[in-house]
């Protein structure tokens, strides 16, 4: 619960990434922006590397109000509801112009599905593309058959079992040690992670599939939300789309640096892909993107629709 402190509010801020990550320093530069705005009466602590909470505890911790704000990764919460799950579908929106577009047509339904469990969005920050490190080459499809697949959501699982693969679900902290464990072989996630992580350390290959643009989302507790007086809840709210300006720019920025990073650390970083291989990922992201939308409802299909209305076919 909020732990009233002299003079104002004292919060706690669970986040998943290292403290060098910039989702954690976008974290970090926003509890600093709200503390400012509110002349020290609300500070937010910010506890990074899931040392509060990990991945799967984060949202109910909030809700619950055991912590007041935490960062989740958004697809994670897919078995909630499949609404979470729309910036991972493989292949739908890839770049960062179609995953802002993907993000303004989908977030008025992400707040209100939130809201029902008692959660309010305060920002959201994507990722880099998420593209294949591999501890082996990968030339065509057949090569992935049978890989022990890291997962980390319910689609990547449906991918890895689409493509004949293992789906193994690790936690980021634990992907180094299940590489060198042999519990894992290949996974899909971007050169943000691979760089927190020293992929070079475990992996030889990255191939740059660029699959889709997930997002990271800051939630806070809406009793806790709601108790701050009007001009603190609008501090903490102007924060938070600073962050998200923010972050988005940074992730931006960051991925082209990320990428030339790993191939100086002595990584394959594979480009060209192989076009059976491309063609074949592509044809299961549409199966995941169909699958989607039969189980999502009319009201979710609509924001697929809304999505693709203007986009190339």
């Known amino acids: ?13 669970s986040v998943e990434q290292p403290a ?84 303004a047509v989908s977030r008025e339904a ?7 469990d008692g959660a309010r969005l ?16 990968l030339q065509t499809v057949e090569d992935v058959r049978d890989l022990r697949f890291r997962s980390y959501n319910p689609t990547i699982s449906r991918l890895a079992h689409l493509l ?32 927190d992580l020293r992929a070079w350390d475990f992996v030889s290959h990255f191939y740059d599939v660029r699959a889709f643009i997930p997002k990271n989302i800051v939630i806070v507790n809406e009793r806790a939300f709601q108790r701050l007086p009007e001009a603190q809840r609008s501090a903490l709210l102007h924060a938070g789309e600073r962050a998200e300006r923010a972050g988005w720019e940074l992730s931006w920025a960051l991925t082209g640096y990320q990428t030339r990073m790993l191939a100086r650390h002595g990584m394959t970083v594979v480009q060209n892909i192989d076009p059976q291989l491309r063609r074949k990922l592509t044809e299961v992201g549409q199966q995941i993107t169909e699958e989607w939308l039969a189980r999502a409802g009319d009201e979710h299909a609509q924001i697929i629709e809304a999505y693709l209305d203007g986009q190339p076919r």
């Open 20 to 103: 060098g990550n910039f989702i954690s320093r976008v974290a970090v530069e926003f509890a600093r922006n709200v503390r400012h705005a509110t002349n020290g009466q609300l500070n937010i602590r910010v506890h990074p590397n899931s040392t509060l909470y990990r991945r799967p505890e984060v949202k109910p911790a909030v809700t619950r109000g055991d912590i007041q704000i935490g960062d989740v990764f958004m697809s994670a919460l897919g078995n909630e509801d499949p609404i979470y799950e729309l910036d991972s579908l493989p292949f739908l929106a890839t770049d960062y112009e179609q995953a802002r577009k993907l993000w």
């Open 164 to 195: 004949h693969a293992q789906p193994t679900t690790i936690n980021t902290e634990d992907v180094p040690q299940a590489f060198r464990d042999g519990q894992v072989d290949i996974m899909l996630t971007s050169s943000a992670t691979g760089m």
């Open 110 to 116: 992400v707040e209100q599905r939130l809201l029902a």
């Open 1 to 13: 619960m909020v732990s009233p402190v002299y003079g104002g509010e004292r919060w706690s801020m």
């Open 122 to 137: 305060v920002y959201a920050v994507p990722w880099p593309a998420q593209s294949l490190f591999s501890n082996r080459p």
